[in-house]
């Protein structure tokens, strides 16, 4: 009797081309697995896709004089290049921007609010003056509260692995 697998595998930010640490990580091992399980006459599933939201695609797109549907486009096709020259082969590889995704995602959402799993909450946002716009975690850098560390971002730090909230930044910069 064969059984039914499912693997859902890391979604990758569109806001540069993979590298060697993303294949070996966390592309190859499940990819292996998929093989192994389909050989056994498994039924296998194993999706994945592009985040296209999120401040390294907004930051990549200010980089390159591009809008940040330009830079979520331009990656997520490199993806595809790139699965299709290692072999490495999905059943679905999708995107966040797609109607399906803002659709289920709103649906998830949604239901946990009503059924009282989370909750909305007004939260302060660090605001650039110079800039004139709201700073979300990457556009904000200062010194880490737990290891002392500079550039440390609003959103973590990566020398100590701690994550931040960049309000507990010190001497907070914009980027």
């Not at 697995?33 to 390294?56: C, I």
Request: hydrophobic share 30%; charged share 20%; proline share 7%.
């Amino acid at each position: 009797m064969s059984e039914r697998i499912f693997i859902g595998v890391a979604w990758p930010y569109a806001d540069g081309p993979l590298h060697l640490g993303h294949i070996a990580g966390a592309y190859l091992p499940p990819d292996i697995f998929a093989r192994y399980h389909r050989t056994k006459g498994n039924e296998v599933l194993m999706v994945s896709g592009s985040d296209q939201h999120g401040t390294p695609i907004t930051i990549k797109a200010e980089q390159e004089g591009k809008t940040p549907a330009q830079i979520a486009s331009k990656y997520h096709q490199q993806f595809l290049d790139s699965w299709q020259k290692l072999g490495i082969s999905f059943d679905l590889f999708t995107n966040t921007g797609t109607t399906n995704h803002a659709e289920v995602a709103s649906d998830i959402f949604l239901t946990l609010l009503d059924k009282g799993y989370i909750y909305k909450s007004i939260v302060s946002q660090p605001f650039c003056p110079h800039c004139q716009r709201f700073l979300p975690d990457r556009y904000i850098e200062g010194t880490c509260p737990y290891c002392n560390s500079s550039g440390a971002r609003g959103d973590q730090c990566d020398d100590c692995g701690k994550p931040i909230n960049a309000s507990e930044l010190i001497d907070p910069q914009c980027r």
